[in-house]
């Protein structure tokens, strides 16, 4: 009779064990909301139904891949833009770190590389981005995105002010206007001059980019 106590007793000692190193191991990077909100953003988009519909859109892809997935300071994803047409050419690269701000806000910091187009394809390699460190890095101050989640089927925001600098055709500065679900990404990205005329971008709304691999 006592030794069956006690081997109930160490039973339950070792679940209460295993529960708690189970916690210790998914950090917040690993469940919840920001996971779910890194989970969206991953994966390959098109806006191929968009531009086929409406004239005033391209036919542009979307890669985005989580990198770094050891650090345990935000989720760290890359994020690659490209025509259609020029898939071996992306005309934006990006390396993104997502963090929780509170239960409901997320943040989106945005950051450039040196020599990107060498990285270009990067997004298709088991372990994309080995050879880049966090500290090469050039972060883009005033483009971080603040997101807010909807619900439990979005992620809406983006940029903040005007404080995003671009010199891109003319352009002082960049907004970018998002909303993220399971299948979707609206993205609006346009650049402003210094009297604050829109110089590029989309005049008509947001690029709808379907994920083709989930």
């Not at 890194?38 to 139904?49: H, R």
């Not at 055709?169 to 009297?195: N, P, Q």
Request: with cysteine.
């Amino acid at each position: 009779m006592i030794q069956e106590k006690f081997a109930l007793i160490l039973s339950g000692l070792i679940i209460a064990l295993l529960i708690g190193c189970s916690s210790e191991d998914k950090g917040p990077q690993t469940q919840g909301d920001l996971f779910r909100l890194a989970s969206y953003m991953i994966g390959s988009f098109s806006s191929q139904e968009q531009a086929a519909a409406d004239t005033n859109f391209y036919d542009i892809r979307l890669e985005v891949v989580r990198i770094w997935e050891n650090r345990t300071d935000g989720s760290w994803l890359y994020v690659e833009h490209a025509g259609a047409r020029m898939l071996d050419k992306p005309y934006r690269q990006r390396i993104y770190r997502l963090t929780q701000v509170d239960d409901s806000t997320f943040r989106s910091d945005v950051f450039s590389m040196r020599n990107p187009l060498r990285y270009a394809g990067e997004w298709k390699k088991p372990k994309p981005m080995t050879t880049v460190m966090p500290d090469s890095l050039g972060e883009r101050q005033g483009c971080s995105m603040i997101l807010k989640k909807e619900g439990d089927s979005a992620f809406v925001g983006g940029t903040v002010g005007i404080e995003c600098a671009t010199m891109l055709a003319g352009a002082k500065y960049t907004t970018t206007e998002l909303r993220i679900t399971a299948t979707h990404l609206y993205s609006w990205d346009r650049g402003f001059d210094a009297e604050d005329k829109q110089v590029w971008g989309s005049t008509v709304g947001a690029y709808i980019l379907k994920k083709i691999i989930k």
